[in-house]
């Protein structure tokens, strides 16, 4: 609308000259070298306008002759941009399509054609992956890290490729160069701190994690620094206990739920008569994750003080997290140690019906002290064989017996997780799966879990026992059935039952169905 308005004011103020100029008449006489020429007004001033269009018209000819060679190398550079960018295209769809063959051709082509295009140095580099050329995959990264524009992006790569060859010592380099190349990247700056972290660097992984807090969330590097600062406090708890003290406190404080953390500044705060602070931390910790761990620092908070003096602290940390397995154990445990066999029996009464192996072997330890009764402690210990499992620090399918600060499978930090080693374990990646009979066993486990009664042992062991006999097919040997069965009967009741009378003796066969 605009234009349009613009126009007509042109258009309307050439019209009010012309006419001006109508409406004034006059001649116009030119003597040069002897030429006169006599003219109005209007005609010369059409024939300087003829002049100037003629003008206009030869220079933008002229222009363009000079101009040819140029206009035509433009037009096949585009042309040539045009090529190299479908070829690109084509080829990085390939690569992530997994057609080597159509990725080969197409970065052959983009390498022809473009062979400085950054894009061209990665579709050769990726295609050179898929068709597991290491060699040449490497040559095209150290290209790409060569030059400025794509040298983080060079550098991942060969990051990559030392990972995969198994080189830690080169991916470290690797790494430490795309951090000092740029800072801001999360894949260098993690790989760097765990390369610290699983060295047992941990003064170096602390200053790293400080030159890099900016570009970390406030929580995240509370955590990752709580961590580092637990793990040092575990190096050198032995040989120097001030600092040691210092880092577990630091740690416990950026990060209160940190079970090892909190266990250790409770221990060292204990130990050197710091109670109230000690209970305070361990309180706090206590409350968010409920840890044996936890509990044994807490019960021996007091040196010196009887098992019926652990037992009331037992009893006051159990009633915080009511309803909790760990509280119980807790309680349990304590009451045991002080001959409280009744509390003990009453905090366990909850768990006994599906059992696990820590309460199966805590109610064995009960039979044989309360009543010296080594039958029904072998019954429980045989439950203890084929219950479920008690969670354990579990990271990437790896169980421990005590908390660790790196994953020992990938190097992760703060890997390790409070669980159940069978969870960690079929959560965890399969690199290579087996074929076929894997999955329905894990079904079937599932299933059986979900269908057993509450006062019954899960058939998931039952499963997991029979799966190596599927794997191995209709031609393996057949099994020789367990000693003590797996599964107890729908109808058992436990070890607190009455003893079961003895089933009636089949006759023995006589005259012909004997010998047959």
Not at 100 to 119: G, Q
Not at 144 to 157: E, I, N, P, V, Y
Not at 334 to 341: E, S
Not at 434 to 444: C, F, I, K, T, Y
Request: glycine share 6%; proline share 7%.
């Amino acid at each position: 609308m605009i234009r349009v308005v613009f126009f007509l004011i042109v258009v309307g103020a050439l019209s009010l000259g012309v006419v001006w100029l109508a409406d004034r008449p006059g001649d116009v006489v030119v003597t040069w070298q002897g030429w006169r020429i006599e003219t109005s007004l209007m005609v010369l001033g059409s024939a300087l306008l003829a002049a100037m269009a003629v003008l206009a018209l030869l220079w933008t000819v002229l222009r363009a002759v000079l101009n040819s060679p140029f206009t035509l190398f433009n037009l096949l550079h585009r042309r040539r941009g045009e090529r190299a960018y479908e070829a690109i295209s084509r080829g990085l769809i390939a690569v992530g399509a997994g057609d080597l063959l159509a990725a080969r051709k197409h970065s052959a082509e983009a390498k022809r054609i473009a062979p400085a295009e950054p894009l061209a140095l990665l579709l050769h580099a990726q295609a050179a992956q898929l068709g597991g050329d290491r060699a040449s995959a490497d040559l095209a990264f150290r290209a790409m890290a060569s030059r400025a524009d794509t040298k983080a992006l060079g550098l991942h790569g060969l990051f990559v490729e030392a990972q995969r060859r198994g080189d830690a010592s080169s991916a470290r380099a690797f790494a430490e160069e795309a951090v000092r190349t740029s800072p801001v990247l999360t894949w260098a700056g993690k790989a760097v701190l765990e390369f610290r972290c699983a060295t047992g660097d941990w003064a170096g992984a602390l200053a790293f994690l400080e030159s890099t807090k900016r570009s970390l969330d406030k929580a995240i590097y509370q955590r990752q620094r709580a961590v580092m600062l637990t793990a040092r406090a575990l190096a050198a708890e032995e040989n120097d206990r001030d600092n040691a003290k210092a880092f577990a406190l630091e740690a416990a404080k950026l990060s209160p739920t940190l079970v090892p953390a909190a266990a250790l500044a409770g221990r060292m705060l204990a130990e050197a008569g710091e109670l109230r602070k000690a209970t305070r931390i361990l309180n706090k910790a206590w409350q968010a994750h409920p840890h044996p761990e936890l509990a044994r620092v807490f019960a021996d908070l007091r040196f010196g003080d009887t098992a019926r003096d652990r037992l009331k602290r037992m009893e006051a940390l159990a009633k915080k997290v009511p309803g909790h397995v760990e509280g119980a154990l807790a309680l349990a445990r304590a009451a045991l140690d002080a001959q409280q066999f009744g509390k003990a029996r009453a905090a366990l009464a909850a768990y006994v019906g599906a059992p696990t192996r820590r309460i199966a072997l805590l109610m064995a330890e009960l039979e044989r002290a309360e009543h010296s009764d080594e039958g029904r402690a072998r019954e429980w210990l045989a439950r203890a064989l084929h219950a479920s499992p008690d969670p354990a620090w579990t990271a990437d399918g790896h169980v421990s017996d005590r908390w660790l600060p790196v994953s020992p499978v990938t190097g992760r930090l703060d890997a390790f997780d409070w669980r159940v080693p069978l969870t960690g374990i079929l959560s965890a990646p399969v690199i290579e799966p087996e074929p076929a009979a894997v999955l329905p066993v894990v079904a079937s486990s599932e299933a059986s879990k979900a269908e057993a009664p509450r006062g019954e042992p899960k058939a998931g062991a039952v499963a997991a026992s029979a799966a190596p006999a599927r794997r191995r097919g209709p031609s393996a040997p057949p099994k020789a059935e367990p000693v003590i069965p797996l599964v107890h009967a729908p109808d058992d009741p436990g070890p607190d039952a009455v003893e079961e009378t003895e089933a009636p003796a089949v006759p023995e066969p006589r005259g012909w169905p004997k010998i047959l």
